[in-house]
């Protein structure tokens, strides 16, 4: 079991980034993969961006090449960089460590 806490939501013009931050409550060095999925209002949950613990990554075909999903094993975190926001960028992201380990979510809202 792991404690997820996502951070770094917030509302942004369309264009600008920002960066998620996931900090994890222990070592993620043995977890197989960590991702981020994202949720807008009546749709379902979707992959943004999967890491692996050798740090290859996997990424959602609407957010190819705009978003950046790293990994500090040091710090327990990882992250997802995300660039050229667009409006429909706008949901709640979530942070996953597989096995039903989800964070609470942090909300992205990009306007037009």
């Known amino acids: 079991q792991v404690q997820l806490v996502e951070s770094g939501g917030g509302l942004v013009q369309a264009g600008g980034s920002l960066r998620l931050s996931c900090a994890a409550s222990r070592s993620i060095f043995s977890i197989n993969a960590m991702a981020w999925y994202r949720q807008a209002p009546g749709k379902q949950r979707e992959l943004v961006a999967m890491i692996t613990r050798g740090g290859t990554t996997t990424y959602g075909n609407s957010v190819k090449g705009r978003f950046t999903m790293s990994r500090d094993d040091a710090m327990n975190t990882v992250y997802l960089q995300m660039n050229s926001l667009k409006p429909e960028d706008t949901a709640v992201y979530y942070c996953?460590?597989?096995?039903?380990?989800w964070g609470q979510g942090t909300q992205v809202t990009v306007s037009s």
């Open positions: 996953f460590a597989g096995y039903g380990n």
